[in-house]
């Protein structure tokens, strides 16, 4: 739900923290604890991490309140990391002799996992300094906090202090943490302190209507050219097409669906966000009648709301932007697996204790075999999912995040002069599938016209005139701050994209993203149920997510990790993309989700990262906007990935 501002000209968000999150990318990864000089910590703690970055030159506005009640977690760490990682490393690789001898969650606990003696040395330690502690999760992995700021302050021996930052007034620690040193090494990470931290959808959206002058979208592509406007600037020439809106069954012909006769019986698929609405299940009952596609049977979709609901999940305007994404997830992932079951695990509101809850929850209570995560934000100074998505892999279950919609983050961290590429979470973590975008153009017969990286630049007229050209939305790409190459990558992914050292470079492959070559989406927004064109790798994510789901129902069996499979039979598996030559455009006009507001027609670039300084690239071979390449053939992808 982003726009651009075109006083600015820069990416924006109506919920303005969106921006925040993404500007403290800028934070170079802070590594803490072991070989701290000790003068640093205080007698008798020990470092846990610094203070956010971006706290350094934001306005401080004083401390916090000391009243004021703050949510966070206090994550533990597990009592034997190394042996975890080792074990997923292992059940996921077809080399291994444990290739896919999953664990159950109590197992992965009891081998693995924290003591209960560690769990309560810290829950102690929390009570005793006046906080109150909620349930912790079979997976002896966190605590969940409740307390004022100044118990929080006392116990983290920090001060929370009130700061002005993109315009918001948030709270956050203005000192390092830490912790007393007898519980160095048990705890392991903070989650929620910073109030500014929210993470975001991806979804990409565009009005399907013909209202106030927008151009009723193309049911394939070419149907309909837009001549009521004037002709498009180089490097394109002529009337442009209006952008495509497809429906499930004529992606899942391009995409070769019905050939593999699979449609996800009796796989369970899991969908980690936030928030929730009583109008969902109606909402994909009229999106599945209106699109053709196979009504949700009794029990096929289901919801595992938290108890209680953070503030940001109460305000309705808040909801119904964040049921765009729920809808086109659910909708996205039938389109694929129309008897595929969805187990919708929102969390209580878009901040990582909560995001934490709701995937540990999800994956403690195994009942799915894929997860799919449209949501991210800038990578912090830990990859604060990772222990969860080790135990995700150790119980077979397969996880991919969408790579986001900001390209290399360039544009959004700020003007291109001065801003650099950084990285999004979790899209970075190296124990998930990351998906990455593209255009794909599919014709009146169901064939593949094109399909190429999904890289959006804009132009806008006023008269006959064209602005210069400007970033409009791109697939999420990049490398690591914090996360080094992982071994399935070693030797596919060169050093121009994996950097010297080498990090973890993503997304891993790519599918249908572009909002100009867009997927229909129903969903109630502001008490009416509407249908929409609606993109980004928040599409990507959960179609692929369906994909997986027609694999592990072929297989007979969960599939667990992806990537080490999905590497080694890259040939087969994936359609590799290259080439980054602008051939192709629409028109349209573009709407402001903020206003409501049309502005001047425009001029969408595909493929169009020639156009504007940009570290990305689409080459032969792996890429950094869609990695190892499109899920082109779903029957070669099953195949390959069993
Ligand atoms: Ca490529």
């Given at each position: 739900m982003r726009f651009?501002?075109?006083s600015t000209g820069r990416r924006g968000s109506r919920r303005p923290l969106f921006v925040a999150l993404a500007?403290?990318?800028f934070a170079l990864p802070v590594v803490v604890a072991a070989g701290l000089p000790a003068a640093a910590t205080p007698t008798g703690r020990a470092l846990l991490h610094d203070a956010p970055a971006w706290t350094a030159s934001a306005k401080a506005l004083g401390a916090a309140p000391a009243g004021k009640i703050v949510n966070f977690s206090v994550a533990i760490a597990p009592r034997d990391a190394a042996g975890a990682q080792a074990f997923a490393d292992a059940v996921s690789d077809p080399h291994s002799a444990s290739y896919r001898h999953f664990l159950t969650p109590e197992q992965y606990t009891a081998r693995f996992g924290a003591t209960n003696a560690d769990v309560a040395a810290v829950v102690n330690w929390l009570q005793g300094a006046g906080l109150q502690t909620g349930a912790v999760p079979i997976s002896n992995s966190y605590v969940p906090v409740t307390g004022s700021v100044a118990a929080?302050?006392?116990?983290?021996?920090?001060?929370?202090?009130?700061?002005?930052?993109?315009?918001?007034?948030?709270?956050?620690?203005?000192s390092a943490l830490t912790v007393p040193s007898v519980l160095a090494g048990r705890v392991s990470d903070v989650l929620g302190l910073d109030s500014s931290e929210i993470y975001r959808t991806g979804a990409k959206v565009s009005p399907n209507g013909a209202s106030a002058g927008n151009v009723t979208?193309?049911?394939?592509?070419?149907?309909?050219?837009n001549t009521s406007y004037i002709p498009a600037p180089a490097p394109l020439s002529g009337n442009q097409p209006n952008r495509a809106c497809y429906t499930p069954s004529r992606l899942n012909a391009a995409r070769g669906i019905p050939a593999t006769g699979k449609t996800g019986a009796g796989v369970t698929v899991g969908n980690v966000l936030w928030c929730d609405s009583p109008t969902i299940p109606s909402d994909l009952n009229t999106w599945a009648a209106q699109v053709g596609a196979p009504a949700f049977?009794?029990?096929?979709?289901?919801?595992?709301?938290?108890?209680?609901?953070?503030?940001?999940?109460?305000?309705?305007?808040?909801?119904?932007?964040t049921m765009v994404e729920t809808a086109l997830d659910a909708e996205a992932i039938h389109g694929a697996a129309p008897d595929a079951k969805i187990i919708y695990a929102p969390a209580a509101g878009p901040y990582s204790n909560y995001l934490l809850t709701a995937t540990q929850n999800l994956v403690n209570a195994n009942q799915v075999s894929i997860i799919t995560n449209s949501w991210g934000g800038a990578e912090s100074n830990s990859?604060?999912?990772?222990?969860?998505?080790?135990?995700?892999?150790?119980?077979?279950?397969?996880?991919?995040?969408?790579s986001g919609d900001d390209g290399d983050n360039t544009y959004s961290n700020g003007s291109a002069s001065k801003?650099?590429?950084?990285?999004?979470?979790?899209a970075s973590d190296s124990q998930l599938t990351s998906i990455g975008g593209t255009s794909l153009g599919i014709d009146s017969t169901n064939s593949t016209l094109?399909?190429?990286?999904?890289?959006?630049?804009?132009?806008?007229?006023?008269?006959?005139?064209w602005t210069s050209d400007v970033f409009y939305g791109a697939s999420g790409g990049g490398k690591s701050a914090i996360t080094s190459q992982p071994s399935y990558q070693t030797g596919i992914v060169s050093s121009t994209f994996s950097g010297k050292p080498a990090k973890r470079a993503y997304p891993d492959i790519a599918n249908i993203a572009d909002s100009q070559t867009g997927y229909v989406v129903g969903v109630t927004q502001a008490g009416a149920y509407t249908t929409l064109t609606v993109g980004g790798t928040s599409l990507a994510s959960p179609y692929t997510a369906g994909e997986v789901a027609l694999a592990v129902q072929t297989k007979g069996a969960r599939l667990g990790f992806l990537n080490p499979k999905l590497y080694q039979n890259r040939a087969t598996a994936v359609s590799d993309v290259s080439g980054s030559t602008v051939n192709r455009g629409t028109e349209g006009k573009w709407k402001n989700p903020s206003t409501g507001t049309y502005i001047e027609p425009t001029t969408y670039f595909l493929n169009g990262m020639s156009l504007l300084p940009s570290s990305q690239q689409s080459v032969a071979g792996w890429d950094n906007i869609t990695g190892l390449g499109a899920v082109a053939n779903a029957s070669n992808f099953i195949t390959a990935i069993q």
């Open positions: 651009f501002d075109p500007a403290g990318a929080v302050n006392k116990a983290l021996g920090t001060t929370i202090k009130s700061y002005s930052r993109n315009n918001q007034n948030v709270t956050a620690p203005a979208c193309s049911t394939y592509w070419g149907e309909n050219t049977t009794a029990g096929q979709y289901t919801s595992q709301d938290p108890a209680t609901w953070d503030a940001y999940c109460t305000n309705q305007a808040n909801v119904d932007g990859a604060w999912l990772h222990s969860v998505y080790v135990q995700a892999a150790s119980q077979g279950i397969s996880v991919m995040a969408s801003a650099r590429p950084s990285a999004d979470y979790p094109f399909e190429q990286a999904w890289y959006d630049v804009i132009s806008r007229s006023s008269g006959t005139t």
